[in-house]
């Protein structure tokens, strides 16, 4: 079963910027989409975004067009969240997820107003 | 806005069976969503169940089965464990995003 291990979270102030990586135990070129998905303290899960075998389509969640962007290096085996303009409603544990069902841990962002 | 909707709770007993649904805003659901099932106990990662409405994986044990019912996705849990409860989501694909259910949380009692 492949392992996927996320790191980067941490406390940021509004405003702030993070970049979250999820690192994979075996190559993830077979993945055909990698996903990250939230879940804030106390709630459901919240799928945020998606990325495609070869990086050429991306997708997000309305609430985070234009402030976070997902990318994947398969060289790397790993794939990123870059978080800009982060909110207070952006705190969450964010898990990385890739097609064959493959789950993160998760890292926990918390964002201070 | 797309919402995805599912029963707030639902209450088994031990050995029993239990159907839990999925419903989208935007009409019946059929096997273009390629419905996603996972649960998650509480502290833990979501871990998956069911891909692609009725797909297993490896490791999902055979009394957890995926369908379309009535226009919904639905997964069974046949001869329910203690260890089966858990919260579930259903995960439902809109042409590149995807929208998470609110979950169901069930109990076994």
């Known amino acids: ?113 | 806005q797309t919402v995805v909707t599912q029963e707030p709770s639902l209450t088994v007993s031990p050995g029993g069976t239990v159907t839990l649904t999925c419903t989208s805003s935007t009409g019946a659901v059929t096997s273009a969503y390629y419905a996603n099932w996972f649960h998650q106990k509480p502290g833990q990662a979501p871990r998956s169940l069911i891909y692609s409405t009725t797909g297993k994986h490896s490791w999902t044990p055979a009394r957890f089965s995926g369908s379309l019912l009535g226009g919904k996705a639905a997964l069974t849990l046949s001869d329910v464990q203690p260890e089966d409860e858990a919260d579930y989501y259903c995960l439902l694909y809109y042409g590149g995003a995807w929208v998470f259910g609110g979950g169901t949380k069930v109990t076994v009692l």
């Not at chain 1, 702030?16 to 709630?43: D, H, N, T």
């Not at chain 1, 290096?73 to 990385?96: H, I, P, W």
Request: charged fraction near 20%.
């Open chain 1, 1 to 113: 079963e492949v392992q996927l291990v996320e790191s980067g979270g941490g406390l940021v102030q509004q405003g702030g910027s993070l970049r979250l990586s999820c690192e994979a135990s075996e190559f993830i070129s077979s993945m055909y989409w990698m996903s990250w998905v939230r879940q804030a303290p106390g709630k459901g899960l919240e799928w945020v975004a998606n990325t495609k075998q070869d990086g050429s389509q991306n997708y997000y969640v309305e609430s985070v067009k234009g402030r976070f962007t997902i990318s994947r290096d398969d060289a790397k085996n790993s794939l990123y969240l870059q978080m800009n303009g982060l909110r207070a409603e952006d705190t969450a544990v964010y898990f990385c997820y890739s097609s064959f069902g493959y789950w993160g841990q998760g890292t926990l962002v918390t964002v201070s107003s």
